[in-house]
């Protein structure tokens, strides 16, 4: 005799998952969707919704999207719980190919603006200016399922693949993305940087070796902006000052250098690395701390892909994967709010809200 399936509900302190989608509720979207009308397909499934959704999926440990919905939208409690209309499966997807991704782009701008207006920590400025970092990561995509794929380089692999990159700027002192870019695979750093650094000033900014561009420096420089960059070995520049210094675990040589383009920075070398920063006034030691962040978004492109397989597209529509990859992009925002507000790690916050989310969606014979 086959057993009968029901739905049921564990009723704990879901207080995290609750804070979550109070978030998404509170979030000024009415002129973006009045602009885009992005609530004329499906009217009685509203894009607020949809992001409560897509949240919620990112949060919980179910890695199909197909049975999460079906987990989730079969569950009259839980839909009630979650504040959530009991739509189709089929509303959710046609949602995502129709509604435009640009939308879900300047939400998450307008998401960042509304949680990171905060007053940043001390500890996490240098000498008075934020920390942010560039950098891209590719996305492996195959050129099969997704037709605006390109063949580029992997520097993870060191391989040419076929994907998508995004090229991220990453606040390290709000501990938040600042601004994103998405190109095909084949598209390098260096075109897209003046882009995503449009409006950087006042701040101390790491970037590797990819971006290097002398008129770039001088724009920085002018911007107010401190940069610290791996040299490449083909820079030409002009030593005004040098000096050697000698230590149990190795020399450094720290030299004042004038580019070809006039300006003055400071290169330092080691036998593991060559760095360029346009501060002067810096010491060695400084500069080489500073440059120790920039693995921060490296791990930041770990967590997306990992956890939230953001590389592992659920669509073949090029709308549905950009929309998702801001609605995941506006998750990983709130989750840092949410670890601030309950004064837990990044981490943990996100198993301890995904416990909660399936506990909710339980199913027993």
């Not at 002129?31 to 897509?54: G, S």
């Not at 079969?74 to 209309?85: A, H």
């Not at 996490?124 to 590719?138: A, N, P, V, Y």
């Not at 998750?331 to 996100?350: D, G, P, R, T």
Request: proline share 1%; net charge positive.
């Amino acid at each position: 005799m086959t057993a009968k399936h029901k739905n049921t509900l564990l009723l704990r302190n879901i207080a995290e998952i609750k804070e979550v989608l109070g978030f998404v509720d509170r979030f000024s979207l009415g002129q973006l969707v009045t602009t885009y009308n992005v609530d004329k397909y499906v009217k009685e499934f509203k894009t607020a919704d949809l992001i409560k959704v897509a949240i919620l999926y990112f949060y919980s440990k179910e890695r199909h999207l197909k049975q999460f919905l079906e987990a989730l939208l079969k569950n009259e409690i839980c839909c009630r719980l979650f504040g959530v209309p009991q739509v189709s499966i089929q509303q959710v997807y046609k949602a995502l190919k129709k509604r435009c991704w640009w939308f879900f782009y300047d939400a998450f701008h307008q998401v960042t603006k509304e949680l990171t207006g905060r007053e940043v920590p001390h500890h996490r400025l240098f000498k008075g200016k934020e920390i942010k970092i560039i950098d891209s990561t590719f996305l492996e995509f195959a050129l099969t399922r997704i037709f605006f794929a390109k063949i580029g380089y992997c520097a993870s692999d060191k391989t040419y693949k076929p994907g998508i990159k995004l090229h991220v700027l990453l606040n390290y002192s709000k501990e938040s993305i600042e601004k994103f870019i998405e190109t095909s695979g084949n598209v390098h750093d260096s075109k897209v940087a003046d882009t995503v650094l449009k409006d950087v000033k006042n701040c101390v900014l790491l970037f590797d070796k990819g971006y290097q561009n002398l008129e770039r420096f001088i724009e920085l420089d002018n911007r107010n902006v401190i940069f610290v960059i791996p040299l490449r070995k083909k820079l030409r520049f002009k030593v005004i000052d040098e000096k050697n210094l000698h230590y149990e675990t190795g020399d450094i040589v720290v030299k004042i250098v004038e580019l070809t383009n006039g300006l003055r920075a400071q290169y330092i070398k080691n036998d593991e690395f060559e760095l360029i920063c346009n501060d002067c006034s810096l010491q060695w030691y400084e500069i080489i701390s500073l440059y120790a962040f920039r693995w921060e978004i490296e791990s930041l492109f770990k967590r997306l892909k990992q956890l939230w397989k953001i590389n592992k597209p659920l669509f073949r529509n090029h709308n549905s994967i950009m929309a998702f990859i801001c609605i995941t992009l506006i998750a990983v925002l709130v989750l840092e709010k949410l670890s601030e507000q309950f004064h837990y790690n990044i981490m943990s916050m996100y198993h301890k809200v995904g416990r909660k989310i399936e506990a909710c969606l339980v199913i027993e014979a």
